[in-house]
């Protein structure tokens, strides 16, 4: 009889009848003369039979890890006692050969395993890929950013996509990658955040998912060279509105994965321990966050006005304790989620810290001397910051005042200054690294992992 053709997740309803389905050996083993496959095809695994004639072939017998190949029978329930992925096993009347893949020294298995040297597993990121974990990651990836969309769009907020090449920086000049464009300089986008302020009179509250490229000399598990950017801008909202909105998104989004069955297993699987957050976050103002750093006697590395590490005679950083202007770095944050074990927002940070167009606040009593911005940054363990995000200056006057501060030549910016001319209005938004927000969900180390083809300093291949 004819077969149904049917990926691997959509069998359940086929049970009994005769399929046809295509994929990769993952494991094959022989036991007394029948042939167990277990065939993986993107969506799912299935075990396989082979008995009879149909296991007693040169390519039953010779079979190896990843050969492609076609597979026919009926579609049986395992017997009590007995477990197979989905419940079921694929008992085979017809089978054939695709693509084979080598065995011996070139085999698979010996390109690699779990233990290999991490600049092997970069090289054949393109095998590794295949792999159960990094699959199952790269799935959730999918499943994550179609529930972040679902989210946007509930709310009302509206998809764009912005440029990659442009001629203006958002986070400072230094870690731009230049390019030649067509004998002009441009560079490739940090952020895609300027534009979609442009685009709030005309579209209202807006999104987008970009690429943001950084070059940035850091070999940190949490910094890459390209990176998927989720930005969103807002109009007529307050700070308070900001930050309560970036929790809705965050929240609502990881409801929806632990809603749908398919991406709770993925993050159970990745993630045994995980609890979705609880609402409201914690906030922790910056002159708060220096406060609890030196009561908790989280020190940072001491640095010279030129910025460099100042260091003991035997060579090691000198450590020292924060103060007020102090920047937050990366160990710090990482000790404090540690410790605190719960998202925080860190906000009301020093505006020579950030951007150029943060927004000020308004009442400085609190400032302790320092000049503050409407920011933020969220925090999650394991992790640390995961989302940048303040108001923006309205007025046009104060964005010309913070160029000259920040020494920028206004003229490439003046389509973003023109949001100010034409009807400016109190708008904030936010950027969330998308890797950084998988590997809190899916606990990864590096968000290396997280990324289907990572890029950091010196690595642009596969
Ligand atoms: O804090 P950042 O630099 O903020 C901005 O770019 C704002 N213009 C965003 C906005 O308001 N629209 O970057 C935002 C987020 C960070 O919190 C972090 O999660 C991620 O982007 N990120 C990186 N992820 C991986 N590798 C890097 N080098 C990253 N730099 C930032
Ligand atoms: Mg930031």
Not at 124 to 152: C, D, N, P, T
Not at 286 to 308: R, T
Not at 315 to 341: F, K, S
Not at 360 to 382: F, R, V
Request: charged share 25%; proline share 5%; hydrophobic share 40%.
């Amino acid at each position: 009889p004819a077969a149904i053709k049917s990926k691997i997740n959509k069998l359940i309803s086929l049970r009994d009848n005769r399929v046809r389905v295509f994929g990769w050996v993952h494991h094959v083993r022989d036991q007394r003369g029948i042939i167990f496959i277990d065939l993986r095809d993107g969506t799912g695994f299935l075990q396989c039979v082979l008995s009879g004639d149909v296991a007693k072939t040169y390519e039953a017998l010779t079979l190896t890890i990843e050969t492609s190949v076609e597979l026919v029978g009926t579609l049986q329930v395992v017997p009590e006692g007995k477990s197979a992925p989905g419940g079921h096993e694929l008992s085979v009347d017809y089978w054939r050969v695709i693509g084979a893949a080598p065995g011996g020294e070139d085999a698979f298995t010996n390109r690699f395993n779990e233990k290999s040297d991490p600049s092997i597993l970069a090289d054949l990121r393109h095998l590794v890929i295949r792999g159960e974990k990094a699959s199952s990651v790269l799935r959730l990836r999918a499943m994550l950013l179609s529930a972040f969309r679902a989210s946007y769009a509930r709310n009302n907020i509206l998809e764009v996509n912005t440029p990659c090449i442009v001629q203006t920086q958002v986070e400072g000049g230094a870690t731009l990658f230049g390019l030649n464009y067509y004998g002009q300089n441009a560079y490739l986008t940090q952020s895609s955040q300027l534009y979609l302020e442009t685009c709030l009179p005309a579209l209202g509250d807006v999104y987008t998912v970009q690429e943001s490229f950084r070059a940035e000399n850091s070999h940190t598990r949490r910094h890459l060279a390209e990176y998927t950017h989720m930005e969103a801008e807002l109009a007529f909202i307050t700070f308070d509105e900001l930050m309560t909105h970036i929790e809705n998104i965050i929240c609502e989004t990881v409801d929806t994965l632990m809603q749908d069955p398919v991406s709770a297993a993925l993050i159970q699987e990745l993630n045994p321990g995980f609890k979705a957050p609880s609402r409201p976050f914690k906030r922790m103002s910056y002159v708060d966050a220096i406060a609890w750093l030196s009561e908790h006697k989280i020190q940072h590395e001491a640095e010279d006005a030129e910025g460099n590490v100042i260091k003991d005679e035997a060579g090691n950083p000198r450590m020292v304790d924060h103060v007020l202007g102090d920047d937050i770095a990366e160990a710090a944050e990482r000790q404090m989620t540690d410790i605190i074990g719960l998202p925080i927002f860190l906000h009301s940070f020093p505006a020579e810290l950030k951007a150029f167009y943060m927004k000020k606040i308004p009442d400085q009593d609190s400032g302790a001397g320092l000049l503050l911005t409407e920011s933020c940054d969220l925090l999650m363990p394991g992790v640390g910051e995961i989302v940048g995000g303040s108001m923006r200056i309205a007025d046009y006057e104060e964005l010309f005042e913070a160029y000259k501060r920040e020494k920028m030549d206004p003229s490439p910016y003046f389509w973003f200054t023109d949001q100010r001319k034409y009807g400016t209005c109190e708008h904030g938004g936010y950027g969330l690294g998308v890797e950084r927000f998988l590997a809190w969900l899916a606990n990864r180390y590096t968000i290396r992992e997280c990324s289907l083809y990572p890029r950091w300093p010196g690595r642009a291949t596969p």
